[in-house]
T-cell receptor
C-alpha cells in the first residue's frame, strides 16, 4: 500500500526566509502529487501539484520539487510570510491510481 | 470558500448512537469523497462516489455507510458510535472521478462521541 511520510511534524521559520517541507512516498506507479494547506477550523485547500513529466513546478512563492528516484517531494516557500502559517499535507496516488493518500502533515509557523 | 458545504459543523453524541453527516458538492462537481482526520493524524480516505455510484472504498468501517443522491449531495452515516470515532470528517468534491482532478474540501464536521 502507498505510504506517505512527512517526518517533520512542525517547522518554525523566520519571516522572509525559506521554508522547506519534505515528503516521502513508497509507491511510484502513478507520479502525480499534490500539496494542500490547512488553516484551523477550515478544510484543506489545494496549493500546488507536480507530475512525473516535470521535476519542478512553480507558482508564485511556492515551488514543488520531485525526485522520482528517491521517491521524495519537497515544497519550498520563498519568502515565507506569517500568513503561510498552517498545516501542510502532501498527497500521493494510492496503488490503483484512484485516490490520494495523504501524509500526516507538517505544521509551519512563520515568525514575524 | 471552496463551494463545498458540510452540515452540521459540530456534533456531540453518545456512544452507541447513530449520526448522519451531510455534504453538498461544488456546483458542477460529480464526485464526492469522505475523509476522516483523527487527532494528530493525516486525512484517511473513507469512500468516494461519482455521479451517484460508489467509485472507491478506503478504510471505511462496516459501521459506516454513505450514499450520493440524484442531486449529488452525499450523506455519511455513522452507527454504533465508539469513542474512537471522535474526529473531523471532511467531504471533498471534484469534477471528475479520477486523481487528475483537484479535490475541493468542505470545512468539516467535528464529531465528538462521549
Amino acid at each position: 500500500d502507498q505510504q506517505v511520510k512527512q517526518n517533520s511534524p512542525s517547522l518554525s521559520v523566520q519571516e522572509g526566509r525559506i521554508s522547506i517541507l519534505n515528503c516521502d512516498y513508497t509507491n511510484s506507479m502513478f507520479d502525480y502529487f499534490l500539496w494542500y494547506k490547512k488553516y484551523p477550523a477550515e478544510g484543506p485547500t489545494f496549493l500546488i501539484s507536480i507530475s512525473s513529466i516535470k521535476d519542478k513546478n512553480e507558482d508564485g512563492r511556492f515551488t514543488v520539487f520531485l525526485n522520482k528516484s528517491a521517491k521524495h517531494l519537497s515544497l519550498h516557500i520563498v519568502p515565507s510570510q506569517p500568513g503561510d502559517s498552517a498545516v501542510y499535507f502532501c498527497a500521493a496516488p494510492d496503488n490503483y491510481g484512484q485516490n490520494f493518500v495523504f501524509g500526516p502533515g507538517t505544521r509551519l509557523s512563520v515568525l514575524p | 470558500d471552496s463551494g463545498v458545504t458540510q452540515t452540521p459543523k459540530h456534533l456531540i453524541t453518545a456512544t452507541g448512537q447513530r449520526v448522519t453527516l451531510r455534504c453538498s458538492p461544488r456546483s458542477g462537481d460529480l464526485s464526492v469523497y469522505w475523509y476522516q482526520q483523527s487527532l494528530d493524524q493525516g486525512l484517511q480516505f473513507l469512500i468516494q462516489y461519482y455521479n451517484g455510484e460508489e467509485r472507491a472504498k478506503g478504510n471505511i468501517l462496516e459501521r459506516f455507510s454513505a450514499q450520493q443522491f440524484p442531486d449529488l449531495h452525499s450523506e455519511l452515516n455513522l452507527s454504533s458510535l465508539e469513542l474512537g470515532d471522535s474526529a473531523l470528517y471532511f467531504c471533498a468534491s471534484s469534477v471528475g472521478g479520477s486523481i487528475n482532478y483537484e479535490q475541493y474540501f468542505g470545512p468539516g464536521t467535528r464529531l465528538t462521541v462521549t
